[in-house]
Every structure is written in C-alpha cells, then in structure tokens.
C-alpha cells in the first residue's frame, strides 16, 4: 500500500478529503482553526514534492443545496495564509468548473472545491458522484477521520476508483497511532474518564474500555442515569428512563471485570438552567426537587483528580458540567488539569470528543496532553471496535 511518504506526488494532482468542519460567526470569520491546521502537513507534503492539491470538505449541515452560510469560499484567505499557496476556489464540486479548473491546476497549487453537502448524493454515497470527484485527479487521499465514520461518496466510495493510488493523510495516519495506543498498548492504571450528557452515546465504547481499564470515572449529565437506576433522588437532572437498566448492567459489568467504576459522590446543583441560577452542593444521590446536576462537587474533583494524577494511560471523553457557565466549570477544568499533570509524570493521555476539546482548548491545555483527537463520532467508533467505512476504503 502506498502511503503519503513512499508517493512520488511530482506532476500529480492530489484529491484530499479534509475535514474543513470549522465555525464561523455571523461575519463568517472562523472561530475555530484547529480542523484547517491538522490538514496542513499533508497540503504541504504534496505541494513540496512537486504535486497540486485538490481539497474537498463538507461545512455544517445544508438542507436543500447552497447555502451562504455554509460556503467553503468563506475559507479560502485563511487556507491560502496557513498553507503559504495561494487556493483557487471552485464555485461548486461537479461540473464544468471543477474539471476545467483542475485541469489547468500547475503544481504547487490548490484548488478548493465548494461544500460537498450542496449535493444530496455526497451523503447518500452516490458512486456517479463519486466517479466525478475521483476524474479530478491521480491519486486519492483521504486526511478527514472526523467523517471517517461516514459511508459517504468522499470518504468511502471515491477510493474505489483509485485502486492503486489511495492513502491516508499525516492527521489520520496519527489519529489511528494514538488511540491505538490507548486501546492496544497502554500501560496501568489504566483510567477512562467518560462525561457528556447521554449513556446512550457511550455504551459500547464503555463496554469494549471495560476489557481494558483499571477505572472507569463516570461525570457530566450521564451520572445521573446512574444515580436514579440504584435508587438515587436526582431531582430534575437529565436522566435517561429508559437506560436505567443499561447502567445498571455496566455497574454490574465493571464488577464481574474487577473495573473501579467511580461516579461523583456529590455535586453542584442549581434551581434552574442559567448562568445565574442558585447553586448548592449535595450529595448525588440527594438532589432536591425541582433542582438538577450540572457539575461536580469538591470531594468528587479531589477523588477524581487523585486517581487521574496515579494513572500511566488516560482517555477523556465528555466534560464533568456544564463547563461553558462559570459557576459550573470546576469540576471539569479540575480533571483536564489533573490529566496535564499525570501526562507531565510521563503518562499517556488521549483527549477526544467534541466537548472535552473544547474544554482542553478553552483551559489552554492542549499542548499538555499527549494528543488530542479530532474525531468525535469517529473517534468513539474506532474505539469501539466497528470498523469505519473511510478507513475500510484506503485499506482493501
């Protein structure tokens, strides 16, 4: 198999399916530049060795066609300034435009096609669609894992047609590395931290970790299905009713496999959904009525903290709160820096999922972890155990 480093790219012109899936305010400026930047060495790679790049990308979720709000040209300052290469723009991805101007693309150039998702067919993994994109170019690289998941005509179906010249991008290859080292080579204690609201988005990655972890640290509004399946009172916090037996076979689970299964002993809770809401700290089984969860409490921050801090391999995933409100951020801004402390002490730690970035880029600690993951939903397949249709692609 090829790969981006063995590729001869001189006179060649690259497709990379990139994952340019950044906000953008009302001006349309990016808010956001993580996504653009983990593409970078990949453009650059192929544009050093003597090859133009075609990039292709989704932008939010588009209903019905085009969009202003979700146009990739919105991009295309900033995409030149980080790749020092000036990027033409194609006014749309099928056509006429896209082939009379990859065909007049000279190397060390780049073309940026507009959003994928104005077609229908992108999503529905339509093989004509597919075909178009692949006649743009001579080699194929996919460099998106945040939609590696997805069987969509740029991720999974275009590699077809490059049998021999497919290959992962730099931010794929290290995305696979790392949460491979988590799942395949770790070393312990061995601690997963899992928040975020829903039980329901979790179970099977809960279940594959409980092969594998010496702790397994249960935060955020997922508790609290928890808390109410062994009897808690949990007030209003969310709770999903129909999981209660769910969580409790995970408790029953983590037993059998000898797995520590920590859930917060107390927390912050509020008499409203508010930033200015009143506050107070119970135990977590005791919520008031009409209050409901959204952080944890001191001693849940000082139990959680020290077993991260003893720990060699970390996973985060999902925040411990309400982290975006300030009167409920301690307890997730505590375990983001607990996980920087154990990675100083030689740790591995592994930060993935769309909120626990966040929360690691708002504290300013990504460059105090080992790595940090770009893929969400992707990320959490891949750690299950499913095998991801993107990756599928390249590999066969």
């Not at 988005?201 to 409980?210: P, T, Y």
């Not at 808390?227 to 969580?247: F, M, R, T, Y």
Request: proline share 3%; with cysteine.
């Amino acid at each position: 198999m090829n790969t981006i480093d063995t590729f001869d790219f001189k006179k060649k012109k690259a497709l990379i399916r990139v994952d340019f899936n950044v906000p953008l305010n009302s001006d349309y400026e990016i808010t956001d530049d993580n996504r653009i930047r983990a593409a970078m060495p990949t453009i650059k790679k192929v544009l050093s060795s003597g090859g133009s790049v075609i990039l292709m990308s989704h932008l939010g979720r588009p209903k019905t066609g085009y969009e202003e709000k979700f146009s990739l040209k919105h991009l295309v300052k900033h995409v030149s300034k980080l790749a020092g290469a000036p990027v033409k723009f194609a006014s749309d991805c099928m056509g006429n435009v896209p082939i009379e101007m990859s065909e007049n693309l000279k190397p060390g150039e780049i073309l940026l096609l507009e959003n994928l998702r104005f077609h229908k067919e992108e999503e529905k993994g339509n093989e004509e669609f597919a075909a178009e994109l692949a006649s743009l170019a001579d080699v194929y690289i996919n460099d998106a894992f945040g939609t590696a998941h997805r069987a969509h005509a740029s991720t999974a179906i275009v590699a077809k047609f490059f049998p021999e010249n497919k290959m992962f991008g730099y931010l794929i290859e290290s995305e696979l590395k790392n949460i491979d080292k988590v799942l395949k080579d770790f070393r312990v204690p061995f601690t997963a931290i899992m928040g975020g609201a829903k039980v329901s988005d979790k179970i099977g990655i809960i279940e594959n970790l409980l092969e594998k972890v010496n702790n397994l640290i249960i935060g955020g509004g997922m508790t609290y299905t928890f808390v109410k399946a062994q009897g808690g009172k949990v007030g209003s916090s969310i709770v999903e009713e129909d999981k209660l037996d769910v969580a409790l076979d995970l408790i029953e689970k983590a037993k059998a496999k000898n797995v520590n299964l920590i859930l917060p002993p107390d927390n912050i809770v509020a008499d409203k959904f508010d930033k200015n809401a009143s506050v107070q700290e119970t135990a977590i089984d005791k919520v008031p009525d009409g209050w409901l969860g959204l952080d944890i409490g001191r001693e849940s921050i000082n139990e959680i903290s020290e077993i991260i801090r003893e720990s060699k391999t970390i996973l985060w995933n999902g925040p411990m709160g309400v982290f975006e409100m300030e009167k409920f951020e301690a307890g997730t801004k505590s375990v983001a820096l607990a996980i920087a402390e154990a990675t100083d002490k030689g740790a591995f730690s592994l930060v993935g999922g769309g909120d626990s970035v966040s929360a690691i880029n708002k504290y300013k600690l990504a460059d105090k972890v080992s790595y940090v993951s770009t893929g969400g939903g992707a990320m959490l397949e891949y750690m299950e155990g499913r095998e991801l249709p993107g990756i599928k692609a390249i590999k066969d």
